[in-house]
């Protein structure tokens, strides 16, 4: 220390930037020290080198409130770790034990956000929340706060709820609010979410696993979450051998899968994995734009699942409906479908019956099991239109038990998003994220609704 602490800042910055590049090219978590050995602030990195390096180059810009870090910091010592998931549950518990004075003015008088693992359900589910106490304005505390297990504080909520992501794909747990009881008969009649097409629920709301089953996998869910991955796939070998011996081969292959999916834990989504929309409006990133759309329409939870709604028609012959589905920024073609309108074209039959018809049709059609609470909504509904066109499919969902959560429209040319119960229309820069990601939904929309179109058109000319 005594050498350290004749060095000029440019000096001490020089030798730790030295020291960053050094480091294993590897996940992990890294411990700024003052020059009393004191630890001040703690951070984690997908890859040590790269992280850490940027805070000793000359041109390190922090922000105001990390800045003076760089007058502090003298050394630091790194934790590596076997993926970027377990740096992240690694850093919360190191800011809780610690308590690192630059971590605490991060927060800027905010709470960080917690997770959740409720207890007094039969099918406990996972949240992610800022009030961990659980208490209410009212001064009561929310029922499914009451004995839950509380991880955190966390001080990415960004990170937080991609690893929460990333874990649904191998606990399958759930992360709806619904209030699912063991044994309910109504349970075998109701249509699950998405989640359970992609692998990421199991899907206890419609009687798809037991509560000895689910409770198992809660419970794995809640040992990795407060140990290693390493330590967790000898676990899970261990209990799988016991399985296959007690010849519970169902439960040994659930095992054998999940240890497959810890081990691919580490592997990162990337942008040229794939996602290739027939229409697209250019590359992007499918989590930003729906970070960027759900601050738009300011929604409290991430958006998983968009749905978007198109009519086409030539002179009003041949109308038909389509509803794609977009599940994390990516198209899940197995969910999407295609309407024939019923109603009369334009111009025939009493009354108007135009788009506005044909859409107040379609949305009645897809969502009428949603509407009687026989299946969960997706976080967003898209039409492709204007005005007009969002108060029509709102008129379809007036008829219904169940209203929807979300309901916007974006018209063509002048590229508007119309939102429910919205005075004004919402104008967005052409480069936003959350924007453009509207736009290829409903680019998608228009492709599948236009080549089902132009099928009938050709059935019907050629006489097929």
Not at 91 to 109: G, Y
Not at 358 to 384: F, T
Request: hydrophobic residues 35%.
């Amino acid at each position: 220390m005594s050498a350290a602490s004749s060095e000029s800042r440019e000096e001490r910055l020089a030798r730790l930037g030295v020291k960053a590049r050094s480091l294993p090219a590897a996940p992990g978590v890294y411990l700024m020290k003052d020059a009393k050995d004191r630890v001040i602030y703690v951070g984690k990195a997908a890859r040590l080198p790269d992280r850490v390096g940027t805070y000793f180059v000359a041109s390190a810009d922090l922000g105001f409130r990390k800045q003076p870090l760089l007058d502090a910091v003298h050394d630091f010592d790194v934790l590596e770790c076997e993926t970027e998931w377990e740096a992240l549950l690694a850093e919360n518990r190191l800011i809780k034990d610690l308590k690192p004075r630059f971590n605490e003015r991060l927060t800027d008088d905010k709470t960080f956000p917690y997770l959740v693992i409720t207890r007094g359900e039969d099918f406990p589910r996972v949240l992610v929340t800022r009030n961990p106490t659980g208490l209410r304005g009212d001064g009561t505390v929310a029922p499914e706060m009451r004995g839950a297990r509380v991880f955190g504080p966390f001080t990415n909520a960004g990170a937080l709820r991609e690893a929460v992501q990333i874990l649904q794909r191998v606990f399958r747990f759930r992360t709806c609010a619904l209030d699912i009881v063991a044994g309910n008969e109504k349970n075998r009649s109701f249509r699950p979410c998405l989640l359970l097409n992609i692998g990421q629920c199991s899907a206890p709301c419609a009687d798809r696993i037991g509560v000895e089953a689910y409770r198992e996998d809660i419970e794995r869910f809640t040992r990795f979450l407060s140990g290693k991955r390493s330590a967790m796939l000898r676990e899970l070998e261990q209990e799988m051998r016991s399985a296959a011996e007690a010849l519970d081969f169902e439960r040994a292959a659930r095992l054998r899968d999940q240890a497959r999916a810890i081990r691919r834990l580490g592997e990162r989504a990337t942008l040229g994995e794939g996602w290739q929309p027939e229409s697209e409006v250019g590359p992007m990133d499918p989590r930003g734009g729906l970070a960027s759309l759900q601050k738009t329409l300011d929604l409290e939870a991430p958006i998983r699942c968009v749905e978007a709604i198109d009519i086409a028609h030539l002179h009003g012959g041949e109308t038909v409906g389509s509803k794609v589905c977009f599940v994390d920024g990516r198209p899940l073609k197995s969910e999407y479908r295609r309407y024939r309108v019923k109603g009369p074209p334009v111009g025939e039959g009493p009354g108007r019956n135009d788009d506005y018809a044909s859409i107040r049709e379609v949305v009645g059609r897809r969502y009428r099991e949603a509407g009687e609470g026989h299946e969960l909504y997706p976080d967003v509904i898209l039409i492709d239109g204007g005005l007009g066109q969002l108060h029509a499919a709102l008129e379809a969902f007036d008829t219904l038990g169940v209203r929807p959560p979300m309901v916007i429209s974006l018209a063509k040319k002048e590229e508007l998003i119309y939102v429910q119960r919205r005075g004004g229309p919402v104008k967005l820069g052409r480069d936003n994220a959350g924007l453009r990601l509207c736009q290829a939904i409903r680019d998608e929309a228009h492709r599948f609704a236009q080549s089902y179109h132009h099928l009938l058109r050709r059935k019907k000319t050629l006489g097929e």
